[in-house]
Nanobody
């Protein structure tokens, strides 16, 4: 199982970006999916999560600005980030709980990380 993230880059304050993360491999089912981020010198933190049924949760710092969504058929999770601030600068990691051919239980998988830099 692999998670491939894309969409990061450099954006000016008040700008927007959309991150995508596609899961691939011998997947039976995916439970929750989501995004975490890690800024320099800080611990990794949850940004947004979404269940298989579409229930979402967000960090207080991104509520009203970020929107997480998923396409179960494509095994892909998205993060629409609007009104970006310099403090959103971080490496963003996608996460998924995956049940695969090789594991009866759900296992945590992580993407490789994509850098988002918010700066003028």
């Amino acid at each position: 199982v692999q998670l491939q993230a894309s969409g990061g880059g450099l954006v000016q304050p008040w700008g927007f970006l959309r991150l995508s993360c596609a899961a691939s491999g011998r997947i039976i089912s995916i439970n929750s999916m989501g995004w975490y981020r890690q800024a320099p010198g800080k611990q990794r933190e949850l940004v947004a999560g979404i269940t298989r049924d579409g229930n979402t949760n967000y960090a207080d710092s991104v509520k009203g600005r970020f929107t997480v969504s998923r396409d179960n058929a494509k095994k892909t999770v998205y993060l629409q980030m609007n009104t970006l601030k310099p403090e959103d600068t971080a490496v963003y990691y996608c996460h998924a709980e995956v049940r695969s051919i090789s594991s009866f239980n759900y296992v945590d998988y992580w993407g490789q990380g994509t850098l988002v830099t918010v700066s003028s």
